[in-house]
């Protein structure tokens, strides 16, 4: 794939996914990470920087790191692409909103609501991540036209995945329009279920992502935040699929509690190996009971502290990894 934006190639074959994790991850160390002012009218999770715009992207960066370094340790396939200085990307440390790698070699570059958001798509860090991680892209669908008609879809911010039933739930809000969730859906295969949700303050939910994830045997919801009629149809399904359902608060979901991703590994000793990642902001802010629940269906709980990049970006742990599912 070249540095330029491609257009779209036609639908190819299709197989359905045997996976719900992942086992291997896209991070981007920011440059320039930063209050993006873009993005913060539609981020109610955005707070306002305090101290030196120097001093909280050389801390970002060091929380990439940690990251990084914690996942390597568990046994994950990581890739750490470099972001480039110019032009600045303030939020360059989310690539999962313009990215997604599939397991049947579709690669998905998504539209992206703020001006200064889509320069982070580039040809060379999608390369990179499938060369270094062994995946081969077979198809690239390109969806960013939808920008020049002010419609958005910015990638598993939007839609949180159930790869297994193969639903994409997403819910409504200035970054993710219905029309390309279906576009979406249509093209990988997936069962939309679209629905609205929002904040203590009464404005849409601005990515799905910071109030569900879906693993392989647990789901986590914030079901306070979802409209009465669309709640008790969410939670059904989530049920339906055989997971743990567990709710969460406007609290817990504030503190990213909703904002989780689990990846799958191998282990000599154990052999599959589930790793549910949070935050350590997101860590804290469950009840003992809830995270008991969560640690009973998943082998490990990872929890990394990256308060800069929360507090200044608006997005935790989950935002910052973009899956690559290699072909089995």
């Not at 860590?283 to 269906?297: G, I, K, T, Y």
Request: glycine share 8%.
């Amino acid at each position: 794939m070249s540095s330029d934006t491609p257009a779209a190639v036609p639908t190819g074959e299709r197989r359905t996914p045997r996976r719900q994790c992942a086992e291997a991850v896209l991070l981007v160390r920011p440059a320039s990470f930063g209050y993006n002012l873009q993005t913060a009218a539609t981020n109610s999770f955005q707070q306002q920087p305090a101290g030196a715009a120097g001093e909280a992207a050389a801390a970002a960066r060091k929380e990439l790191d940690g990251l990084a370094g914690a996942l390597v340790g568990e046994g994950l396939r990581v890739c750490v692409a470099e972001d480039t200085a110019e032009p600045p990307k303030p939020d360059a440390v989310f690539p999962n909103n313009w990215v997604s790698f599939h397991e049947d070699g579709t690669v998905v570059l998504y539209p992206m609501q703020a001006d200064n958001r889509r320069h982070e798509r580039r040809g060379d860090v999608v390369d990179e991540a499938a060369a270094r991680l062994g995946f081969k892209i077979s198809r690239l669908l390109n969806l960013t036209s939808h920008e020049k008609n002010g419609r958005y879809l910015e990638g598993t911010g939007s839609l949180v995945l159930d790869h297994i039933q193969r639903i994409a739930y997403a819910c409504i809000s200035p970054r993710t329009h219905a029309a390309v969730v279906q576009e979406w859906a249509r093209e990988l295969g997936y069962e939309p279920i679209i629905f609205n949700a929002f904040d203590r303050a009464g404005a849409p939910i601005y990515h799905t992502n910071v109030l569900m994830c879906v693993g392989e045997k647990v789901a986590i919801v914030g079901t306070e935040a979802i409209v009465a009629a669309d709640r008790g149809p969410i939670v059904e399904r989530l049920r339906a699929s055989g997971r743990e359902v567990v709710e969460l608060g406007y609290g817990e979901m504030e503190r990213f509690a909703g904002n989780m991703l689990e990846l799958g590994t191998w282990d000599e000793a154990l052999g599959d190996y589930r790793v549910l990642v949070m935050s350590e902001t997101a860590r804290h802010a469950l009840s003992a009971e809830a995270f008991a629940r969560l640690s009973a269906c998943t082998d490990e709980v990872l929890a990394v502290p990256i308060p800069t990049i929360e507090r200044l970006g608006g997005g935790s742990v989950r935002c910052m990894l973009a899956e690559v599912f290699l072909p089995a």
